[in-house]
């Protein structure tokens, strides 16, 4: 329970109306009762915030009510993500090694540590203070995970994994996996070994059922404070930079080196050896087989600059028009016309 002072305080906005108003609960403007607070980044979803029947509602616009005390910040979505931990706290795990875990002589883990049930911990593994291992996770010989990481259920590492600081990684990960490395020799594919590692840096969001293999040869790199969405794949010697973000079921193929700040959309396909600028956006489900330089927008597939693959899409959306008249314009000769040359 906060009072709408402790809120803003902690928010550092400012309250109009009751600051001793005592708050139980966070929901939206549908499902809001007493006690509650809501939230509204416009005209229209104040309206319903001050209709409903939460007791406070957290502003950043112009707006005054005599029903309902405000709170009253420099951005309301981002007051909403910081606000919300404070009614919803993640569940806390003791520390210790469930009866039901393995783990080598060797391995090193922090006492403050939880390991969950059924977990597996290789040789010379390094896990940090305040780690969570929720079940079910196999870590391989010598990987290091950073202090205040969690692991929810079934997540992978593979040898050599280095995991960075208040890294999450969600159910059914696997990090390490070998690439997809293969020669075609004497009438079969002979498979390359894969011997590098990865390396996630701090702050990184990785989702569930996501796949980053490990190097052939060094690391494969996701940067500090990137997030990965669900379902992605990213092959060996990738390098991802410093918080970019990336969309659910992205593909990323080998060798491929990603600037800071871009953002991957829903889909993308990007081919290997590339090189993907600082904050670039691709749009969804584009393929990607150029450099994209730094700063740019693509979209298609194959991708272009937005405004190139924007005009073509136009066109095409004339294209039945223009045959129409062509048509025409042949019964007026009373021939058809000849088809065009290549370069016309």
Excluded at 69 to 82: C, G, K, P, T, Y
Excluded at 185 to 195: A, C, E, F, I, W
Excluded at 208 to 216: E, K, L, S, T, Y
Aim: hydrophobic fraction near 40%; glycine fraction near 12%; charged fraction near 20%.
């Amino acid at each position: 329970m906060f009072t709408t002072a402790e809120i803003a305080k902690e928010l550092d906005g400012e309250v109009v109306g009751d600051g001793s108003l005592k708050l139980t609960g966070f929901a939206p403007a549908t499902a809001a009762r007493p006690g509650d607070l809501t939230f509204a980044e416009n005209e229209t979803f104040f309206q319903k915030a001050e209709q409903s029947a939460a007791s406070a509602i957290l502003i950043d616009g112009p707006f005054t009510s005599a029903r309902k005390a405000l709170i009253r910040v420099a951005n309301a979505r981002i007051a909403f993500a910081r606000v919300l931990p404070l009614f919803f706290p993640e569940r806390a795990f003791a520390p210790g090694l469930d009866p039901t875990a393995v783990a080598a002589p060797s391995a090193h883990i922090d006492p403050t540590a939880h390991i969950g049930p059924h977990c597996v911990i290789g040789e010379k593994v390094n896990i940090g203070p305040g780690v969570v291992l929720q079940g079910g996770n196999h870590i391989g010989n010598d990987c290091l995970i950073g202090a205040h990481s969690r692991l929810f259920p079934n997540v992978v590492l593979y040898d050599q994994t280095q995991i960075g600081q208040r890294v999450r990684i969600h159910a059914g990960a696997v990090i390490g996996s070998d690439g997809f490395g293969y020669v075609f020799d004497s009438g079969l594919h002979r498979k390359v070994p894969q011997v590098g590692h990865v390396i996630v840096q701090d702050d990184v969001e990785i989702g569930a059922n996501v796949a980053i293999d490990r190097g052939a040869l060094g690391p494969t790199l996701i940067g500090k404070g990137t997030k990965i969405d669900n379902l992605v794949q990213i092959a060996h010697n990738v390098s991802i930079g410093e918080h970019c973000l990336v969309v659910a079921q992205v593909g990323v193929a080998g060798s491929t080196k990603i600037g800071q700040y871009t953002t991957l959309a829903g889909q993308v396909g990007i081919t290997g050896h590339l090189k993907i600028g600082n904050k670039v956006t691709i749009a969804a489900q584009s393929g990607v087989i150029h450099d994209v330089p730094d700063g740019s927008k693509w979209l298609g597939s194959p991708a272009q600059p937005d405004r190139q693959a924007k005009r073509q899409m136009i066109a095409l959306q004339h294209l039945p028009d223009l045959l129409r008249r062509v048509s025409e314009l042949e019964k007026q000769v009373g021939k058809p016309l000849p088809p065009s040359k290549p370069n016309d």
